[in-house]
């Protein structure tokens, strides 16, 4: 909220510089978001005192002056006829500026010389009067600059106001805090209304139809007003609030709404029917064209303020087209009410009109203030536009707004919540300056009653609040609380991550963020099946655009989009990571499932040197990194199966993870089709690993086994294997029969060309015996090896290279 | 016979100085000291020098020998030496060169930025529980005293999923999550993602929160003071001054809002605070006894505070980023700087 310093001092002495207020205001709750200087739209114009006046030579409609700065004389040519010797006078110098961008210069009027120029209020734009040159207070001294001789510099605050403080949403509200802080007396604008004799009760009827949404409604007739132009005090509040002028009747209900928090409307009376105003509720599809010309089918229960025949308002938020005031209306009926907050919030949303009324009446309004805003702003209609108050209000209050009284405060609560002790006398004073009223005051406590615009203290705790607050927190002492356990158990996942993290980084991958939500057209780039659970996606209903979407079943289409952003920024070769969360919807109205996943992609180069030799990074790049994971958290059985199991995937190159038969994620280069299909000029490789199924194997600590002393005896054999043959399928076979002295079986070569048959391949493995007890013996090893040999031929009809 | 012998030692060594090779050195050695050597065939003939200059000449024809030897073995080492030098040379390396290694992959800032507050504030008994992003209405709002119809729900733009699904607004809902289950003392810390409708080069649609929650009997504002006064100095050095004003939370009261003297400026005003000369930095609060009430909690008995900050916004202030956008759009030439 736009808050003019100017205006405010007609309400609080303030003897603070603005920065000093601006810094009182923040540290107290009243968020000082910027301070702006306002200056008039001139410059170089100062007070001047003309010494004579002379007729123009060579014109008849002008005269020559001679002026006074105090120091030197000026001849000015003027055209005006109000001036005389002695006259003080607004004097725009050469160099100076006035509004419309226009800058003095000497120059030669009919063969005088004129040095200046003698200013209007108009010219200057701080006054409607455009009849003659401007008349300043005699006691004004030549010289001065004339923004400071009338005093036309402002600051203007904008205070972010919190949704609890209602109160400070008005000129008024912002002197209390202000009045609180500096120990200052508010005071208050007197209202002084000289009413007439026809009586506003045989001129006009309220009738409330719905006490709930309306529990007071209050009006006030004005007659015979001028319609016309606002006084330029009430326009320069009005554009220092940040609010444009219309006329002086509707400047009027804006002005005491911005000096009071009070919304008021003001209805042309001839176009009331019936002449009386009903509130009631909507009817469905019931149409309206509120002032902003818009037409409107209103939704039902909104409130309503109706003639006798139709709407002419929406209660609290707008006027109606149908009774605005315009240049030739003559008759107002003026409204003060008090506004359900929660009905007309959610009136307000349905009809998306965000007003400064509905802002204030859904925070809620002083519901005691009602009449003294009515009255003031009747006061000052007529003031300035010459209409008669009717003799009366009608203020139909059927329900009694709820207050709060006497709440209890306990001083020892307070400083068991505050960590601070303050005196009951101190206490109290703090109360009273923010006028709270303390009905009693006891040993230990006291009770309190908060003003009805204070519709935010209902509670001891938020007169705890008032009391630190303006106490200052910067009063509070510091302190550290004592050590406690807490039961909460970390999900060990954390630790797993940070573990997981540093594996990815020393691989060389980094770790991205992708957003949650991605277009619902990425689970066909990516050929989903149509029973693919990762179909289930989770929809937003108010996205901000459709690329944002869904909530990402799979962090796939993430790492190949951020893969493609970058191959556009120059970096092909890419290794990246990331852990977050996918989603699952599972049914309606409850939360999907959400899952910890681990996902890669590596793209490009192997190295990023560029001086030694490139090159291009595959499958068992990504492959080592994630079994190097796998080492790291101790997780054991681990089967890569190279079935087709994603669609996305090159089907060659691929499989799926699984631990101890059950599925944590897959790998492998992407599908030509989708690469294709989203325009990505690269050959990536991906990996997603469910990071809650991995941590449920996960078991870090290991157990030591003895080193044995023993040397072990390792033979190596090649198979000629049919091509079709996996090396994980031949190393089970080979470890398959629980031999004890087969200490392990690794792959030292594969070969497939020249010297083996078509659709056979050459497998090396390595076998490795031991015993921890004694060095094996030539006879002893044979014997095992051969039953092993004997075995994996068997079940694989595989030859021995060389026999 | 003696100037011979003189003669002949001048010249070896002087072909001596002359010889490059290794060979060449041998065949010196062969040509003068050999069994059919020079040297060897003057003492061969010492029968024909006189008697009287017997002895004188044996005594100098060792000596010859003896100096030629030292001076060919001497050559021989040096050139041995020269050798070894010489290889060194031929291998050597441009050790400017950039190592050959794979290069350490980074982790994400606002990842690191977490790890870092989780660090600190685990050293004073706080635990890390997280929730889900996707949440209940419930959760989000109405157990935080945030109800239906509340102005305070303008502070937050929502993303919605369905009726009483929501993408949540902040990390509190765990708060309530967390006191639902367990019995105080509470002391947790819960870091993540959370979603707002908005975006600029300020506000992402999605961004971090990390909140914390102590919850005893005892606890006071006081407290909160001196927890996140000893933290934000681990975070941002031990000098770095800052301010607690009051604000207000609906599930927080009194609530307070942290600054923290401008990391920019030290204080003067600069764009970067707006000409204030602090940095909104965290918001925080006493739990309101209200929220206390959801979980079934005695709030006559038990106290608490609450707390939650950006971590872009503590990465963004930590490493001098001035556009947001940057943490999502996983450029590499931005990821590689941290």
Redesign the interface.
Known sequence: MLVSLKWLKDYVDISLTPEELADKL????L?V??VKKVLPRFTGVIVANILSVKPHPNADKLSLCQVSDGKNRYQVVCGAKNIARGDIVPFARVGATIPGDYTIKSSLLRGEKSDGMLCSEVELDIGEDASGIMQLPANLKPGQKLEKALDLEDTVFDIGI????SDCLSMIGVAREVAALTGKKIKMPKVRVVEGSENIKSLTSIKIMDAELCPRYSARMIKNIKVGQSPSWIKNRLEAAGIRSINNVVDVTNFVMLETGQPLHAFDFRFLEKRKIIVRKSKKDEEFVSLDGKSRKLAQNILLICDGVKPVAIGGIMGGLNSEVKEDTKDILLESAYFNP?SI??SSRILQMPTDAAFRF??GIDPEGVIRALNRAAQLIAEVSGGNICKNYIDEYPRKIPSIKNIKLRYERLQ?????KISPRDIQKILRSIEMEISRTQKGFCLVTPPTFRVDIT?E??L??EV??LYG??K??????K?????????PL?KYQ?RI?NI??????????????IPQGAMDYLLLEKNDERRKF???????TED?SV?RPTMIFSMLD?LK??IN?G?PD????EI??V?ISTK??K??E?RNMLAGLLAGAR???L??SKYKSDFFDMKGCIENIFLDLNVKKIQYRSANYETFLHPGKSCAIFINDKKIGFMGGIAPEVLEKIDLKSDPYVFEINLDILSGFADNTPVYREISKYPAVNRDVAFIISQEIEAAYMLNIASSEKEELLENVVIFDIYQGKGILEGSKSLGLRFSYRAHDRTLTDIEVNEVHDRILRNIINVTNAKIRGE | MIEDLQELEDKAIAELQEAQTEDQILSIRTKYLGRKGLLTGLLRNISQVPDAQKPLFGKRCNEVKELLSARIEEKLLYQFQQKKEDALIKEKIDVTLPGRAVKYGRIHPVVQVNMEICSILASYGFSVVEGPEVELDYYNFEALNIPKDHPARDMQDTFYIEEGIVLRTHTSPVQVRVMEKIKPPVRILSPGKVYRRDSDISHTPMFHQIEGLLVEERVTFGDLKGILTAFLKKVFGDDTKLRFRPSFFPFTEPSAEVDIICVMCKGKGCRVCSHSGWLEILGAGMVDPEVFKFVDYDYEKYNGFAFGLGLERIAMLKYGISDIRLFFENDNRFLKQF
């Open positions: 923040t540290m107290s709750g968020e978001e910027e919190t949704p609890n403080r929660v919030r959610r859904e925070r068991e919540v505050t960590g601070t509670r705790i938020d705890i609040e630190i607050r927190y910067d509070v002492p510091s302190t550290i609380p050590f406690s356990s807490t039961e909460v158990k970390e999900n954390l940070s993290r990815m980084n020393g691989f060389g991958y980094t770790e991205t963020i992708n957003y949650s939500f989770v929809r937003l209903s108010n996205p901000l944002q909530m951020t952003k970058n920024n970096s890419l290794k990246i990571f977050g969360r989603f309606e109205g939360l999907p959400e190295s990023d040197d001086w030694s």
